[in-house]
């Protein structure tokens, strides 16, 4: 799906955009919602980092796009992707998966069900392990970067005591361990757009130091970063579904209870020099929901669904920056600031901070849909949705040299420095708002397979919490963000519908969109990341959907996608470093994170000889270029790129077994996910994985 873009610098700064919105590409707030919704077995993710492990054993994925929560779950703005993993059956059921490829890698899959009363209980176990070696050589450590090693177990019991009754119990545990996410170097300049030097410049820093970077060479995927990247992440949970079906109605309950903790531990420099040492933002997330529904069944004049929702979450973030015996040179040369100042200032000095931003969500919604004749539908809904939200942030200089053992003199001006680079903090913030959201929806059937269609969304999310540190005069809160999103398309079928056809035209206009902002204070170690509101922000665009099987054994799906999203009124916008300014106006100019055309194509084929199938697939995705920071500074535009997967084996007809030869990014490609400048001059990048190979073999009983 083209028009669904995944950008990710960490597992917990993942952004997911559809139609250009969604989240800001900069990075995650603790104190904000995703405009995307993630739902694993009808239940909300409340933090994108809990869908960064391997979903296992799935019957489907589903995105929807646009405003979203007059049928289910969360309210959203801009769409909400539903898996939904396979239930336990009451026949007995075994599927297994090895597969081995280069760069170390090596994944089990598994998952069995059986019956354990036969009609009334049943139960389903899936389990998935996978290990990856890095790809980027650590030339200071003799490590490897960007490594995984992941594990999942999801356990599930279904009970049918009468045959209009169903509950459905699942808990899930998974781990994930990761070496990553180093930038390398891809870039220095010395100079601003206007021709003005950089004052203390990265190049004039590293001289000092007597530092010498590696050679910039990006796709060599090296560093010599002399710390730490890492990151573990757990998450837990326990959910009940409740279906009784009352004859004219059906009844569903969903409880959900969720845990997710995120401990990264990273150097903050990406270089080899101890400068920034600690760099971590760890968190602890729980969370509690509660959904009652009731629908109609069967054949009516008149659908409907209604119901009501509860969502708790909290988390607790804990913080920490920490300086390294080059930092005092790093940030103040001895020509400003004299070394015994700077060294008691800031060598050995952490600063630690927490955040405990929380929301209570409650909700009403319906949607009914009139089947006026056997062409024509109209669809109404609507949503009440109230939400608190409240937290505090503290920041506390915790360790560093003991100032009070200088004269006063020397003393002060340390302090001052700390100060300038991480003052002690604390603040509350709090935000309540309602809301009113809807949609309303007119399909009408030209023919059996030719369905068209026109619809109007409104959508809202909640204000949100900056608990961070802020520069000063940004406020604590944001204003609540809409949405009215407008849809017309097409969807069709034919040559006896060995042939699919989709196509839609939309228009979405937000106000007080809801956007992450970096900023890097001058000659100073932190970025400033925060969010705010920018006036008026536009995406329209177009979207096709293709597929074509002239055979039983040959298809072939195409997609394609064009997205103009951009600021319409965003006067005092975070300036490219480049610049040398402090705000430009960005009105007028692209959204980051959002590539203007995309598509994908693929093929499938078979050949079958006896008992077994030859079988091959191959597929190509591109996306043109985009921006990675929020001021669209050149340094951080990715040039577009396509990448094209290859399988090819041989397999049972019956799908007994299955063994089959992969490659991925089959042209080795080389491209950057993300792309970062600073205000030295730097331009650290995340380069994406070269071409990989393996083998998977598949059984199933």
């Not at 001006?413 to 700390?418: K, L, S």
Request: glycine share 8%; charged share 20%.
């Amino acid at each position: 799906m083209p028009s669904l873009q995944v950008f990710s610098f960490n597992p917990r700064n993942t952004n997911i955009n559809i139609r250009g919105l969604g989240s800001n590409i900069a990075f995650t707030s603790d104190g904000l919602e995703n405009g995307v919704g993630v739902y694993v077995d009808q239940v909300y993710y409340g933090r994108v980092g809990l869908s960064q492990f391997d979903l296992v054993d799935l019957e489907r994925i589903e995105v929807l796009r646009g405003p979203q929560g007059t049928l289910f779950g969360k309210n959203t703005t801009a769409g909400a992707i539903s898996i939904s993993s396979r239930a336990p059956s009451f026949d007995p059921e075994f599927s297994g998966e090895a597969t081995l490829g280069d760069h170390g890698y090596h994944q089990v899959r598994g998952s069995a069900s059986a019956p354990l009363i036969a009609d009334k209980l049943a139960a389903r176990i899936s389990i998935a392990d996978t290990h990856r070696d890095g790809f980027i050589d650590n030339v200071t450590t003799g490590s490897k970067a960007q490594d995984y090693d992941n594990f999942s177990v999801r356990g599930q019991l279904l009970a049918k005591p009468t045959d209009t009754l169903a509950i459905r119990l699942i808990g899930d545990f998974a781990r994930q361990r990761l070496n990553c996410c180093i930038g390398v170097v891809t870039a220095l300049f010395d100079t601003f757009d206007n021709g003005a030097p950089i004052a203390n410049s990265f190049r004039q820093r590293a001289a000092r130091a007597g530092y010498t970077p590696l050679p910039i060479d990006p796709f060599a995927r090296k560093t010599d970063a002399d710390g730490h990247y890492q990151a573990n992440m757990k998450s837990y949970g326990v959910s009940g579904q409740i279906d009784w079906d009352l004859g004219p109605v059906a009844l569903t309950s969903i409880t959900a209870w969720r845990r997710w903790i995120w401990n990264p531990a990273n150097d903050g420099d990406s270089i080899g020099l101890p400068i920034i040492t600690l760099a971590e933002q760890a968190n602890r997330q729980r969370q509690f929901s509660q959904e009652l529904r009731i629908a109609s069944t069967g054949t009516n004049v008149i659908d409907y669904v209604a119901g009501l929702y509860y969502f708790d979450q909290t988390v607790n973030g804990y913080g920490a920056t920490g300086y390294g015996s080059a930092a005092p040179d790093w940030f103040l040369p001895a020509a400003a600031v004299p070394p015994v100042v700077s060294q008691a200032a800031l060598n050995g000095f952490i600063a630690r901070s927490t955040s405990t931003p929380s929301i209570k969500s409650y909700a009403a919604f319906a949607q009914g849909t009139c089947h006026a004749s056997e062409a024509l539908s109209v669809t109404a809904g609507l949503r009440f949705t109230h939400e608190d939200k409240d937290g505090r942030y503290t920041q506390t200089q915790t360790e560093g040299v003991d100032l009070s053992t200088l004269p006063d003199q020397l003393a002060g001006a340390a302090q001052a420095i700390r100060n300038n680079f991480n003052p002690d903090l604390d603040f509350t913030a709090k935000r309540r708002d309602d809301s009113l959201s809807g949609t309303i929806n007119v399909s009408y059937r030209f023919a059996a397979d030719v369905l068209g269609y026109a619809s109007y969304s409104r959508g809202n999310k909640s204000g949100g919490l900056n608990l961070t540190a802020l520069p000063p005069g940004v406020p604590a809160t944001v204003k609540p963000e809409k949405v009215d999103s407008y849809e017309i398309g097409i969807k069709s079928q034919f040559l006896d519908r060995r042939a699919t056809l989709n196509v839609a035209a939309f228009w979405t206009d937000v106000s007080n969109y809801q956007s992450a902002i970096l900023t890097q204070r001058p000659n100073a170690a932190i970025f400033d990341q925060y969010i705010a509101n920018v006036g008026k922000v536009r995406t329209r665009g177009f979207e096709a959907d293709a597929a074509f099987a002239p055979t039983d054994l040959i298809s072939f799906n195409a997609s394609a996608a064009y997205t103009d999203a951009t600021y319409r009124n965003y006067p005092n916008a975070p300036a490219p470093v480049e610049s040398g300014l402090t705000v430009v106006d960005l009105s007028g100019e692209r959204l980051a994170g959002v590539p203007k055309f995309s598509y994908s194509v693929g093929a499938d084929a078979a050949q079958p000889i006896g008992a077994f199938q030859l079988y091959g697939h191959i597929d190509y995705a591109h996306r043109s270029g985009f921006f990675t920071a929020v001021s669209n500074s050149r340094y951080s535009k990715v040039d577009g790129y396509g990448i094209a997967n290859l399988r090819v084996g041989i397999r049972r007809e019956d799908q007994r077994w299955d063994l089959a030869l992969w490659l991925r990014n089959l042209f080795d490609k080389n491209y950057f996910q993300t792309l970062t400048p600073s205000n030295t001059g730097l331009v650290t990048g995340l380069v994406g994985d070269p071409r990989t190979f393996g083998v998977t073999l598949i059984t199933k009983l």
